[in-house]
């Protein structure tokens, strides 16, 4: 019987996620939109203004198809990581997950996909250049 | 992957908590400039703020299963998490 609940909450679960892939505009718009002095801003659910004007104006951008506002903290990036060279202690070994993976001058890199989904963004140097990666 | 420099200076980047098209805005700590992947272009584009209508130059990154990816570049570093 608990396997049958954990079995439902999951099925609950997913079934709330797949309704917010399905309709991604409900209920995730329909944020204020402060137009003054011939600017536009967006204020996201922490009460943060953004300003969008050139975003509207000029790239074309539909201030109602802006989506979550969870705000600037929500999704912290990573600072300057450091990595597992091969043969060291917690280097993967054979494994199916996917991975972001870059060059520069010979040298690679390579970053777990499942990791970067709940930062969005590593802020690094690589070699001589300052770098963000990005999913 | 982009680059995070402009102008001299080296720009901190993160989720601004806004997404678009499905598609996260990012923005810069620095100046709270806003950073967007256009459709059909290569690079980040500010589309608000300081540094408005500027790039970020895009570099090549590849996303694949860490099998092949290793067996073709078996001196690979990998991302150390949690830090």
Redesign the interface.
Same mark, same amino acid.
């Given at each position: 019987m608990k396997f049958f609940k954990t079995i439902m909450i999951f099925a609950a679960a997913v079934m709330v996620f797949g309704c917010e892939q399905e309709s991604?505009n409900e209920p995730f718009g329909g944020f204020p939109i402060i137009r003054t002095d011939g600017k536009i801003l967006?204020e996201?659910?922490?009460g943060k203004r953004?300003?969008?004007?050139?975003?509207v104006n000029?790239?074309g951008?539909d201030p109602e198809?802006?989506?979550?506002? +969870?705000?600037?903290n929500?999704?912290?990036?990573?600072?300057n990581?450091?990595?597992?060279?091969?043969g060291e202690t917690?280097?993967?070994g054979?494994?199916?997950?996917? +991975?972001?993976?870059?060059?520069?001058n010979g040298?690679?890199?390579?970053?777990?996909?499942n990791?970067m989904v709940s930062?969005? +963004?590593?802020?690094e140097v690589f070699q001589d250049?300052?770098?963000? +990666?990005?999913y | 992957m982009y680059s995070r420099e402009i102008d001299g200076e080296v720009l901190t980047l993160s989720a601004s908590g806004w997404t678009y098209n499905n598609t996260f805005v990012l923005y810069d700590y620095e100046t709270e400039s806003l950073w967007y992947h256009l459709q059909g272009t290569d690079g980040l584009t500010c589309i608000s703020g300081f540094y408005a209508d500027r790039k970020l130059e895009e570099f090549s990154s590849v996303l694949m299963r860490w099998n092949d990816w290793v067996d073709l570049n078996p001196d690979s570093k990998f991302l150390k998490y949690p830090q």
């Open positions: 991604p967006i996201d659910q922490t953004w300003d969008i004007t050139e975003a000029k790239y951008f198809k802006f989506q979550f506002g +969870v705000g600037p929500a999704i912290p990036p990573i600072m990581p450091r990595f597992y060279n091969p917690g280097y993967p054979n494994g199916n997950f996917q +991975v972001i993976g870059y060059e520069r040298e690679t890199r390579a970053y777990s996909l990791k930062h969005e +963004v590593a802020n250049q300052q770098i963000a +990666v990005a | -």
